[in-house]
Nanobody
């Protein structure tokens, strides 16, 4: 199983940017779809976005579309989440997840992902 470690979270003012990283170890993520989810206090974990194993297919939650971008560097076994124009409602713990699939169906559901990181806190002040 692949191990995932997120980093790059922190405190930022509304309108600012952060770049989260997700470093994988144990196995290459070359054939994995990689997703980002977030969970705010008292709320369910929600889908943020996903990038396919090839990097050719990406989709995002409507709430972050146009502001967040996922990318991957398979040579470094790392996935990134660039977050721009941050809003206070983006405040949450952000999780990276890996799905051992070359498919594209159902990848907005947490159940599709078998490996998770420990999360990194993102706080956006107004």
């Amino acid at each position: 199983q692949v191990q995932l470690v997120e980093s790059g979270g922190g405190l930022v003012q509304a309108g600012g940017s952060l770049r989260l990283s997700c470093a994988a170890s144990g196995r290459t993520i070359r054939s994995y779809a990689m997703g980002w989810f977030r969970q705010a206090p008292g709320k369910e974990r929600e889908f943020v976005g996903v990038i396919s194993w090839s990097g050719g297919v990406l989709y995002y939650a409507d709430s972050v579309k146009g502001r967040f971008t996922i990318s991957r560097d398979n040579a470094k076994n790392t996935v990134f989440l660039q977050m721009n124009s941050l809003k206070p409602e983006d405040t949450a713990v952000y999780y990276c997840a890996a799905a051992d699939t070359r498919g594209y169906i159902g990848l907005s559901a947490p159940q599709a992902f078998g490996s998770w990181g420990q999360g990194t806190q993102v706080t956006v002040s107004s």
